[in-house]
């Protein structure tokens, strides 16, 4: 299909662009997004196109911004190598959880990484002398910090942050469309859609959901890496449930899964708060009101989108699940 | 040794309040299908409506009937409006669903009642009594009375009424419950209906211990997760016992073992979940299900 | 064609010079003729969303003040964020109020991790960071390396050492201590001044149990310190904590001598705990909460009721978080004034390191706020107080709190 590319070329295109049009704290935000946007490429992958439900991204994320943060603040490691070592370690993880992971369906395995969400927090404040407790562990200004926080070459601080998230998340996306294309990509959806037709036709159900773990993982710890630097801190409280909910919110709104909408889903995330703050009776120094709609706003998205999507897959003759 | 019983009788308290939301979360397991992560704050809405009743002057049983029905009728709604739309759809979809219900009702109740604390009179009174040096109140036992006694209602419901056997039936095979006549999506209200009435028990009886708040339930929640796959996904008694157990472990592990401390009984839970999940996904009182492909 | 690239090239250009024009500062940020523009982060969600009355007491003042003419004819502008207590939301939201909302300074930060994780980047942008809604001893003490950064509240550590103090002097040898304590920051704080200030008789610490901020209840670690045989229970611990510590402790027929940390000691939650265990408990006070009988017909409570009425809606104007918030917003005010018509950065640092404030109507007489460049530590004197028939009852006159 001759749309993707051009699609994907025109991205590029405003990426390019937006930096220079936009204020120096809208492109910060626009950094976050990219952070964002890595790690629901990765749920894309394990959820969209593997069938496995993960409600724990967040904490993977937290596994590589630890590990940048650990890295540079007492290992004297520049933030940039810290990323591929993020995702090494997160990948690592992953692989490591997709084992068991193996026994569990649907439900019972949402259920499952949704307590691991849920706990991780206590344990990172647990094991205070690793990971600093609660207090977190703050990057700002330190010698391991490209730019110190100020400002590289003749790039402003957010401007160098957008460059480096956006400049990965492309190589990134580039990396999941052609994996998904691929034999890999093939065989994780053979998988998710019949395992036993998948098994007939000589496919490795165990060692696909595996590496899908793992790969999706190792995502998400790039885009953890991605949001400590961003930041320049991070805490227990950094990664909460919260995080990994909204990541799977992204990743569905985001076309249910497809990578081509993980950046619409990025999107949402960051800027959901602000557009709740446009209802009349939300006054958003209160808690009540914008937890409300916020809730409100995923509840009518899930019982929306369907729709929506049978009605664009109507229109462009295909499931909306279907390849990249 | 008094400490151990007293850890042991506080764990049985607090595992009957994890066991009753656990009853809720396993009654719409068992009829639906699904896992509602929002029955936490379902249940916090109820024990809400309950006080605000009460806060009118009602005396608490006819506050708390009220409320039942009230939270019986929320349960159809929500089905019938919210999930029956989707109930057929991919199930990542049903599961955010649910959460956007958690956020939404969490965010309804801070906003109606406000924040801070409130003080809960349940039926019983939580005048501590004293045995050998251990003590508890009327209030845990009570708990514990109610626990069993819904166990009981709810057994009773499936295996002996033609509600229940309708309720079971399209769980397990709506087409076909079709064809022998039951309205399908009636029973999948009316299973929401009834957990929702449980999870509001479970709320007016967490309440006087545990304070009433718009997060009451929320770390109640995860162990009541725990409860549930501890004692099967599809079993009523299993749900109960299973909370009962998770209370007392979690206080013997918390005092006896150091590390654990008061910081980290989050993870017992976890680790509960998982362990079960994965050695015994049929947990302790469940059925193991064999799945043909 | 080229027409139309041209036309397109300029909307570029315009589009992105119009940027960078709006993206770069004033002479001081934050000051205009008509407005000063100050900046602060809270929990008005999530857990701890009760402190958060700290924010809006001082926006209730603030609006006070305006209503009266402002501040050498300005007024104020007060630009407050949610961040849920996670410190990363404070960074990002400290970044918007500096970066997009160009704030002349940020006031009442509140917590203790959210300040510190934004101390590095505030003072490297060189933005004062006024009056934090924090008691850690370190936002006064590490000033050389921080100057653009000043607490407010009395110093954690030191209001452990006082209660540790009292027990010495009231039941030095008899005293057998059991502590339960918040497993954060702000609670660890607390404890080690507490030992601190027991000194050589530390071992009269029987035993101590930290919960995390997630437990749903503490009635296990409540009924572990019992067991251990303590005649007096310290509780530093937050809001619905603190209840059940006095409810369970009630309830396991255990009635020690028990010290209630500043952040729970509000009468409304008092009042909650059962009466026959909460008589005789031990707190300190440094603002004046409105239920106290001796401040009732006191003209700071007074003026505090009338902004509740009229600035702040849902308020409850016995909450001591309201009263904290504006005591803090009149600090503020009086350093703006002496700050003077030529509103700088430099200048209202100067103003914040240079306080000898007697006459703030929401503390307790007695309490100064008084900063000096070497002493950074603006509330350091508070009194104790004994709860006695449903109500707090000061005693002992105002004592020194400097750590």
């Known amino acids: ?324 | 040794m008094a400490n151990f019983v007293q850890q042991v009788v506080s764990g049985l308290a607090s595992g009957g309040i994890y066991g009753l939301l656990a009853l809720a979360i396993v009654l719409i397991n068992r009829s639906t299908g699904v896992i509602n992560f929002a029955q936490g704050e379902m249940a916090t809405l109820s024990a809400f409506l309950c006080w605000t009743l009460m806060d009118h002057g009602w005396a608490f049983w006819p506050a708390f009937a009220a409320t039942l029905f009230l939270s019986f009728g929320g349960g159809l709604l929500l089905e019938a409006v919210v999930i029956r739309p989707i109930q057929n759809g991919p199930l990542v979809g049903i599961v955010i669903l649910t959460i956007g219900l958690l956020i939404a009702i969490n965010g309804l109740t801070t906003w109606i009642w406000g924040g801070a604390a409130k003080q809960f009179h349940g039926p019983f009174s939580t005048a501590p009594i004293r045995v050998g040096g251990v003590a508890f109140s009327k209030q845990d036992l009570g708990v514990i009375v109610v626990a069993f006694v819904a166990v009981g209602l709810v057994a009773a419901l499936f295996a002996r009424t033609r509600l229940g056997l309708a309720l079971r039936a399209v769980a397990v095979n709506p087409l076909e419950s079709r064809l022998v006549g039951i309205r399908a999506s009636t029973m999948l209200a009316v299973g929401w209906g009834l957990a929702a009435a449980l999870g509001a028990v479970a709320g007016v009886m967490a309440a006087p211990s545990l304070f009433l708040e718009p997060n009451m339930m929320q770390t109640v929640l995860l162990y009541a997760f725990a409860a549930a796959v501890l004692g099967g996904m599809e079993s009523p008694l299993g749900a109960v016992v299973g909370g009962l157990l998770l209370g007392v472990v979690l206080n013997l592990a918390g005092t006896y073992v150091h590390w654990i401390g008061g910081e980290l009984r989050l993870a017992v839970a976890l680790a509960l979940i998982l362990g079960v999940l994965l050695v015994r996904p049929s947990g302790l009182f469940g059925r193991t299900a064999l799945r043909r492909a | 064609m080229t027409r139309n690239l041209v036309a397109l090239a300029a909307a570029a250009l315009t589009l992105a010079l119009a940027g960078i024009a709006a993206a770069s500062p004033s002479a001081t940020p934050g000051v205009s003729s008509s407005t000063i523009t100050i900046g602060s982060s809270g929990p008005l969600t999530g857990e701890a969303a009760a402190a958060a009355g700290v924010l809006k007491g001082a926006d209730g003042y603030f609006k006070y003040v305006n209503a009266r003419g402002g501040v050498n004819g300005r007024k104020i502008d007060f630009k407050f964020l949610d961040d849920g207590y996670d410190p990363s939301r404070t960074v990002n939201n400290v970044r918007q109020l500096i970066q997009q909302d160009n704030v002349f300074a940020l006031f009442g930060v509140v917590g203790t991790n959210g300040n510190l994780a934004i101390r590095d980047f505030a003072n490297a942008v060189g933005v004062p960071t006024v009056f934090s809604a924090s008691g850690a001893t370190t936002f006064g003490r590490e000033y050389k390396k921080y100057p653009w950064t000043i607490g407010y509240l009395p110093p954690y550590s030191v209001e452990g050492q006082l209660y540790a103090k009292h027990i010495l002097a009231t039941n030095g040898k008899k005293a057998k201590i059991a502590v339960l304590y918040q497993a954060d920051d702000y609670g660890k704080d607390v404890l080690a001044g507490f030992r601190k200030g027991l000194g050589a008789k530390r071992s009269l610490i029987v035993q101590t149990v930290g919960y995390d901020p997630t437990a749903s209840d503490v009635q296990s670690q409540v009924a572990q310190l019992k067991a251990s045989g303590a005649n007096t229970f310290a509780i530093f611990a937050f809001g619905k904590f603190a209840i059940q510590a006095f409810v369970y402790a009630n309830k396991l027929g255990w009635k020690p001598q028990i010290y209630v940390n500043d952040v729970a000691s509000a009468s409304s939650i008092m009042q909650l705990d059962p009466q026959s265990t909460a008589e005789g408990t031990i707190s300190i006070l440094w603002g004046k909460d409105p239920a106290t009988p001796k401040f009732k017909k006191d003209a700071g409570t007074a003026l505090a009721a009338t902004i509740v009425k009229k600035y702040i809606p849902g308020g409850n104007p016995s909450d001591g978080f309201l009263i904290a918030g504006m005591a803090e917003a009149f600090s503020m005010v009086d350093a703006l004034k002496a700050s003077g018509k030529n509103l700088t950065r430099k200048g209202l640092m100067n103003a914040v390191t240079h306080m000898n404030e007697a006459n703030n109507p929401f503390l307790v007489p007695g309490v100064k706020v008084h900063t000096t460049p070497t002493f950074r530590f603006p509330i350091a004197s508070v009194q104790l107080q004994r709860w006695h028939s449903r109500h707090w009852e000061p005693f002992g006159g105002v004592q020194s709190a400097k750590p």
């Open chain 1, 1 to 324: 299909m001759k749309a993707k590319p051009i699609a994907f070329g025109l991205g590029v295109a405003v990426l390019v662009v937006l930096p220079f049009v936009l204020n120096d704290f809208r492109t910060v935000q626009l950094a976050t997004v990219g952070a964002y946007f890595i790690a629901i490429l990765g749920l894309d992958i394990l959820t969209g196109h593997s069938g496995q439900i993960s409600l724990c991204h967040g904490a993977f994320m937290a596994v590589g911004g630890y590990t940048t943060a650990i890295l540079m603040a007492n290992h004297n490691v520049r933030d940039l190598w810290t990323i591929p070592i993020a995702a090494g370690v997160a990948g690592g993880i992953g692989l490591l959880a997709g084992v068991p992971a193996l026994r569990l369906s649907g439900l019972y395995l949402a259920l499952a990484t949704f307590g691991i969400a849920v706990v991780l927090p206590t344990i990172l404040k647990k094991f205070e002398h690793f990971t600093g407790g609660s207090t977190g562990i703050t990057l700002f200004g330190k010698p391991t910090q490209t730019g110190h926080g100020v400002g590289v070459w003749r790039l402003t601080n957010n401007q160098w942050l957008y460059v480096l998230t956006w400049s990965i998340g492309v190589v990134l996306f580039l990396l999941a469309w052609w994996l998904l294309g691929a034999r890999f990509g093939r065989s994780l959806r053979a998988v998710r859609d019949s395992e036993l037709a998948a098994a007939a036709s000589g496919v490795n159900r165990a060692l696909y959901k595996v590496l899908a773990f793992g790969v999706s993982a190792a995502f998400a710890g790039v885009a953890g890496a991605l949001f400590a630097i961003n930041v320049a801190y991070v805490s227990p409280d950094t990664f909460p449930i919260q995080l990994s909910l909204y990541l799977l919110v992204g990743a569905v709104v985001g076309f249910f899964g497809s990578i081509w909408g993980a950046v619409f889903g990025a999107l949402l995330i960051q800027f959901l708060p602000d557009i709740v703050g446009v209802f009349p009776h939300v006054d958003t120094k209160q808690a009540g009101p914008t937890t409300f709609f916020f809730g409100l706003v995923l509840v009518v998205l899930m019982l929306v989108l369907p729709l929506l999507l049978r009605l664009a897959s109507r229109i462009s003759n295909r499931g909306y699940l279907g390849a990249p």
